[in-house]
Structure formats: structure tokens, C-alpha cells
């Protein structure tokens, strides 16, 4: 399937459209060391510099920062989309430097799977979000029910951590062509449910209302005794509790199709028929990252989760659950060969870089960045834990979108 996102590569490296940043470049105000030259930030003009000039620049900064506030006040922030390579693997650099020098705040989770991958190993005891899903081969010979749910393949599936052999695009492409009950659910009607046409079914609930949906699909299963009792009652904990939620012994409000329908906007019997659908084929559950992007983003995952353990597929062939069949070629087959190893930050080598085995001083949620820099000193809570906000007065970003240094130099990626 062609991809536009990488046919487009060589003319942004060099061409008469190209808008890529040749030359270090740096605020006009900052070099000539106006006093008020933080006033001008978004109106200022950047002039190119030598890397000579760029490299004295960013050293001068990082030792004044260092000196005067520490290692918590330097943030080696770099998100990690990066040059290819595992030598040159920027962000793994940067802090290896930064750490040399003495430490520096770092970050916690990332923007993709930032509640995801904090509720998945409390309730699978693993990450899942970015490991191996079952093999396409399988859900193409054994899956009879294939949903994706708040993902859009067709247009993720053209970037990768590096660069990609659009294998993932080729395995929904013989998805389409399987002859299998195809579900899309998403408020939107992406490019994914235009590929998929009449080949998938799409059903729109109104955002942020996946939970709700699941609710009722769940209270059907449990209604009408269509559930895998046996999967509960070996390889999960806490059933009788949420039960006894879904049917609303507690609280009062039963969750059923028709109350899940008043949030979601699906039809009470489109949510009753799915139930049926789900328990009674080999379903496949293929759950994006975007239904996590929201307040109390944890829920949504945890619950698909859940539905998959009333469905009582996981481990089958062809059954349960995936959350990285949009992102970066999931669910392509691999293989177990070596790998070339690359520079790390030292927790592999045996000892000999001991400065190197906690690699930031203090580390903040990755989107708490512009929170923390509005509000140093302030506490928050993380993961059962506390955090207080350092007070950051230097950003170090190589090697991602951005390229911030001390919010003042840019240099190009190369």
C-alpha cells in the first residue's frame, strides 16, 4: 500500500520546497543578550550560527544552570522520536551526557499511553501497550469478529518508531478482503472506516463514552448467563465485585444496554447484539490508544480488558485482546534473533557506569511538562505516589519535534 509519509523523505531533505533547518539557529535578543529578551518569545527573529558559536552557547548555559540551581534544574526532555539507529539514538545520548554531568528531571510515560500504561500492570501484570499482539496470521485464520475500537490504522499505521515496511497497512488490507464481521467503533468516520467501506460495520458513540458502551455489553452477557464462567473463576480476581457494580447493587443505577444507550448514543439493541456477536464468535478486540486520552483515561482499557475476560478468548487463537495493532506494525510476525546492541545508559554493563544506573535525579508525568514549569514547587499525585515539581530553568530536547534548547537555540536533526 503506498505511503505518502515516506515517499515525501527526499524532498525534505533537500529541494526547492523544503523548509528544513540547515544552520544552528538561535533568538537574535538572546545572542545579543537583551535583558528583556524572554518579552519577545514568539516575535523574535532567529539568525543561523555557527555549530561552534551553537555548542559554546549551550555549554555556557548548562554549567550557569548547574551551578546555580542544580540537577533539578535542568529537564532532558527529549520525547524519543528520533534519528534511526541505535548508536545514534538521541534521547538514550542526551541523558547518558546529562547524567555524566551530574543528573538532571526526566519524565514518566509518554503522550501515546500515558494512562494505559499505568492502570495495564496492576490488572495484566504487564505493559501490553507497546509488546508483541497476537500474530496477523492468526486472526486472519481464526478471528471471526474483528473490532477496532478508537483506533485509526489506516492513517497510524504510516509512521513507526523508525521507518516502516507498511506491513501492518498490508495485513488490514487482507483484512478487508477476509470475508470476517468487521466492526469500526469511533465517533468520527476516519480513514479507517472509509477504507474498510462496506466491508465493516461503523458504529459512532459519542466521544469519551467507551466505557459506558462496554457497561452495557457486559450487563447483556451477564443478564442473559452469556459469559465464560469458567475463564472468571481461573484466571481473574475481584469478578463478584465489578458484578455486583454492573448490576448496580450498590449504587443504585443498574448499567444495562438501555442506561449505556442514554450516554453513548448507540441503540440499546445494537448494544445487546453485539453481546451476542462477542460471546457466541472468535472475537478479536482491537483497542486503540485514543479512548485513553481523556479524564480517568485509565477506565476505558481496563474495561476492554475486562470484556475479554467475560468473552473468555484470551490465550485462544485468534480470541481476546490487543492494544498496538494501529501503532508501528503490531501483530506482524518477528522472530527471536539477536539484535545489534547500541549505546544505552549503562544499567547493562556490569557495574563499570554506576552513575549511570538511576539515570534522572527526579522524574515528572511527560504531560505534566508546561504544569511544572507554570508551577514549581507544587505537588501532585502520580501512581500512589507524590511529586512535587522541581523548579526547571534549563530544556535540553534533541531529537524530537520541538528542538528546544534552553528555549533558546535550535539545532537541526541530522
Known amino acids: 500500500m503506498p505511503n505518502p509519509l515516506q515517499s515525501v523523505t527526499m524532498d525534505l531533505i533537500d529541494g526547492a520546497n523544503t523548509n528544513r533547518i540547515k544552520a544552528p539557529m538561535v533568538r537574535r535578543s538572546y545572542l545579543e543578550k537583551k535583558v528583556n529578551h524572554r518579552e519577545l518569545r514568539g516575535r523574535d527573529e532567529w539568525v543561523e550560527i555557527s555549530y561552534e558559536k551553537a555548542i559554546e552557547l549551550v555549554s555556557k548555559e548548562l554549567k550557569r544552570v548547574r551551578e546555580q540551581k542544580g540537577a533539578n534544574g535542568i529537564y532532558g526532555g527529549s520525547y524519543g522520536w528520533k534519528s534511526s539507529g541505535n548508536l545514534h539514538n538521541s534521547r538514550t545520548l542526551l541523558q547518558r551526557f546529562l547524567k555524566m554531568g551530574g543528573g538532571f528531571v526526566g519524565s514518566y510515560g509518554d503522550y501515546s499511553t500515558g494512562a494505559a500504561q499505568v492502570i495495564l500492570p496492576y490488572v495484566l501484570g504487564t505493559l501490553e501497550v507497546y509488546e508483541q499482539q497476537t500474530s496477523w496470521p492468526l486472526v486472519l485464520e481464526h478471528s471471526e469478529v474483528v473490532v477496532i475500537g478508537g483506533a485509526n490504522p489506516i492513517d497510524t ?28 467503533i469511533d465517533p468520527i468516520r476516519s480513514n479507517t472506516v472509509d477504507f474498510f467501506g462496506s466491508k465493516a460495520k461503523h458504529i459512532a458513540p459519542f466521544p469519551n463514552t467507551d466505557v459506558a458502551l462496554m457497561l452495557g455489553i457486559i450487563h447483556t452477557m451477564l443478564k442473559n448467563d452469556k459469559y465464560d464462567k469458567d475463564f472468571i473463576q481461573d484466571y481473574t480476581e475481584g469478578f463478584e465485585v465489578f458484578k455486583d457494580y454492573v448490576l448496580g447493587k450498590k449504587d443504585g443505577v443498574i448499567k444495562d444496554a438501555k442506561w449505556a ?107 505534566r511538562i508546561a504544569d511544572c514549569l507554570l508551577n514549581p514547587g507544587k505537588t501532585i499525585d502520580y501512581n500512589g505516589k507524590k511529586i512535587t515539581y522541581p523548579d526547571i530553568d534549563f530544556i535540553y530536547w534533541v531529537g524530537g519535534g520541538g528542538g528546544i534548547l534552553s528555549s533558546t537555540i535550535k539545532i537541526p536533526i541530522l
Open 157 to 184: 499505521l504510516r509512521i513507526a518508531w523508525t521507518s516502516t515496511d507498511n506491513q501492518g497497512l498490508e495485513y488490514f488490507n487482507k483484512l478487508k478482503n477476509s470475508g470476517k464481521t468487521i466492526l469500526c
Open 261 to 367: 444507550e442514554g450516554i453513548c448514543g448507540v441503540y440499546e439493541a445494537e448494544i445487546k447484539a453485539l453481546a451476542d456477536l462477542f460471546y457466541s464468535h472468535r472475537t478479536m478486540l482491537m483497542a486503540g490508544w485514543n479512548m485513553q486520552r481523556q479524564h480517568h483515561g485509565e477506565q476505558p482499557h481496563w474495561m476492554m480488558v475486562t470484556l475479554a475476560c467475560m468473552i473468555g478468548q484470551i490465550g485462544l487463537p485468534g480470541g481476546g485482546f490487543g492494544f498496538s495493532y494501529h501503532y508501528s506494525n503490531g501483530g506482524v510476525p518477528t522472530t527471536n534473533a539477536p539484535v545489534i546492541g547500541g549505546m544505552s545508559l549503562g544499567q547493562d554493563d556490569g557495574g563499570g557506569a554506576e552513575w549511570l544506573k538511576n539515570s534522572a535525579s527526579i522524574s515528572i508525568p511527560v504531560a
